[in-house]
């Protein structure tokens, strides 16, 4: 998505303003435009790898059934990833939160356009990658170095938004307030409708914008 951004000579706000992920803009390709972008072997590979680890458990994966889930046999496989692990860490890493998907809006000066765009993108990686941090948050840290990293994701967002809230409080565009308690706030609530609602059966989460503007100007404010 930056190197698009880049390419169109736009902003990366304005991009994920526009798509919410890759996901979304995919799905626009193909049902717009007709372009068929197939899944490569390795996107494949690692998709069925993802479909194990959250069905079965990390004990229970094996490269066999992988290579099952993939339409591949455990030969090829095996040409992608060296082995189980690099095949696990290698998944595991595709689920990270690149600085680009969570920080992207973090450059303007627009608290409600910026947050809504960080939310809607924080909402597509959820929606994307949700499951696999559900299994990191419940697996011991030592279990696994990926799952620990994976596990640390939201924390980084975190760091990354209270630094964008204190620049604003210092423009005067917010008050001034603990950023870093706001900051948690924000991503506490994007993870509650992003990750835990789904795992309990809750109606999908709303809109970026809405949540921003809720955080923003509280419950009393208008929808």
């Known amino acids: 998505m930056a190197d698009l951004a880049a390419e169109a000579g736009i902003s990366r ?37 993802v479909a194990v680890l959250v069905e079965a458990g ?7 059934e992988v290579a099952r889930r993939a339409g591949v046999t455990p030969v090829t496989v095996y040409r992608h990833f060296a082995d189980r692990d690099s095949l696990v860490e290698a998944a595991l890493a595709e689920a ?11 450059d303007g000066d627009d608290p409600e356009e910026d947050l809504a765009a960080f939310a809607c993108s924080t909402l597509a990686f959820l929606g994307e990658h949700g499951e696999l941090l559900r299994l990191a948050l419940g697996t011991p840290r030592e279990r696994l170095p990926a799952l620990v990293r994976l596990h640390a994701s939201p924390v980084g967002a975190t760091r990354s938004l209270a630094v964008y809230l204190e620049r604003q ?7 001034h307030r603990d950023p870093g308690a706001l900051a948690l706030a924000f991503v506490g609530v994007l993870l509650t409708f992003g990750c835990l609602a789904p795992a309990v059966g809750a109606p ?8 921003a503007r809720l955080f923003l100007h509280g419950a009393r404010s208008e929808p």
């Open 13 to 49: 706000a304005a991009l994920y303003r526009t798509f919410s992920g890759r996901r979304a803009l995919l799905e626009t390709l193909r049902s717009e435009r007709a372009v068929a972008v197939p899944p490569s072997t390795r996107e494949r590979i690692l998709a069925g790898t």
């Open 58 to 64: 990390l004990d229970t994966l094996t490269v066999e």
């Open 96 to 106: 990270q939160p690149r600085e680009h998907a969570l920080a992207l809006s973090l």
């Open 169 to 175: 409080m210092a423009a005067g565009r917010l008050p």
């Open 204 to 211: 999908a989460p709303h809109s970026g914008r809405e949540l």
